[in-house]
């Protein structure tokens, strides 16, 4: 009978549309000793669209949660073996602050008011009695995996929004908005400790003319190998940033003059030999540091790296000037 066909065919559609509501992806660590408590709570997981690494003992459970991102720790609080349940969450939160929005649910048999504060107090994030109802797992372990991929979205937002403030998409090093900040802080610390700090200035030769005779987009491809390069030979504290179109500036923390010529010459090289787009690109630049015991801006060394810049220019280009 056609009409039954289509009725069984909306139902199954329906069924599998109510079915498909309730699954969830992510990974759940998951510690219980005992393989029958154990079967009844993989399979209840495992319908929900979980992955799930069960282990037996507290302590390899703990190596994995070092060694995965898991969205949720399902744990016993009373496993054999040299660590408990209890031990085992009060590791992972000591050990593992990074790892603080990891949520936590314990499962037990003896449902008491004072282990369940002490529970809460050792970092678990929510409570299940044993023996565990489907529904109840279902709707807590739901909401906990929920709120926890629900932080993750926004701090992964969060970390979006900041490079796109911070960072030159062009170029991928940091723009001219990052840089008072940066330069604020290695500044008054070089002034405040009299640390050596250096400045180089790179303005690429002749881009004017890769332009025109390339293309606009070739010029951009230019740069951005050229940023790529200099991401690569920063060291960690040091601080690279598009200052303007295809200028681009080194603050170098801890570097005196002397470090600061070799570094502006290994740069000058290595642009020469770069070779982006097929491009014969060099740059000029101009080299600059604070002399010891005297306070500086980074205007002061700027102006003076810019007219480095300039005499370098003068000179032919492809040089380095102090
Ligand atoms: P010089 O050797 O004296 O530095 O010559 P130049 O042509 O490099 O100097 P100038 O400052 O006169 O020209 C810089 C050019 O850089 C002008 C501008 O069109 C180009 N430019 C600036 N930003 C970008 C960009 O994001 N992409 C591309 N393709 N070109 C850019
Ligand atoms: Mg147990
Ligand atoms: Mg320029
Ligand atoms: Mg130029």
Do not use: W
Request: hydrophobic share 40%; glycine share 6%; net charge negative.
């Amino acid at each position: 009978h056609p009409k039954t066909d289509i009725e069984e065919l909306f139902n199954q559609a329906a069924r599998f549309v109510e079915e498909d509501d309730q699954r969830i992806s992510g990974r759940v660590l998951y510690v219980e000793d005992s393989t029958v408590v154990a079967h009844v709570m993989l399979r209840i997981l495992e319908r929900l669209g979980l992955e799930v690494d069960h282990y037996t003992s507290a302590s390899d459970a703990f190596e994995a949660f070092d060694k995965h991102a898991y969205d949720l720790v399902v744990s016993d609080i009373l496993v054999e073996g040299e660590m408990s349940g209890m031990g085992l969450v009060s590791r992972i939160r000591e050990k593992f602050p990074d790892k603080a929005r990891v949520p936590i649910l314990a499962v037990s048999g003896m449902d008491d008011i004072n282990r369940r504060m002490e529970l809460f107090r050792l970092g678990v994030n929510d409570f299940i009695s044993k023996p565990v109802v489907e529904e109840e797992v279902v709707a807590r372990v739901s909401n906990l995996i929920s709120n926890k991929q629900l932080f993750d979205q926004v701090r992964a937002q969060r970390r979006h929004l900041y490079e796109l403030a911070m960072i030159d998409q062009l170029t991928g090093l940091y723009n001219r908005n990052s840089l008072s900040e940066f330069a604020n802080k290695s500044f008054s610390e070089a002034n405040r400790h009299d640390f050596p700090l250096s400045l180089i200035l790179i303005d690429i030769d002749h881009f004017k003319q890769i332009n025109d005779t390339h293309g606009h987009l070739t010029g951009d491809e230019v740069l951005a190998a050229i940023g790529e390069m200099l991401k690569e030979k920063c060291r960690n504290e040091d601080f690279a940033v598009r200052f303007g179109g295809e200028e681009l500036m080194l603050i170098l923390p801890h570097c005196d003059s002397e470090g600061a010529v070799q570094r502006g010459e290994e740069l000058r090289e290595a642009v020469e030999s770069l070779e982006p787009a097929g491009i014969h690109v060099t740059a000029s630049l101009g080299v600059t540091s604070r002399p010891l015991g005297r306070e500086v801006s980074m205007e002061d060394l700027f102006r003076v790296a810019d007219a480095a810049v300039y005499k370098a220019k003068e000179g032919g280009r492809n040089q380095v000037i102090t």
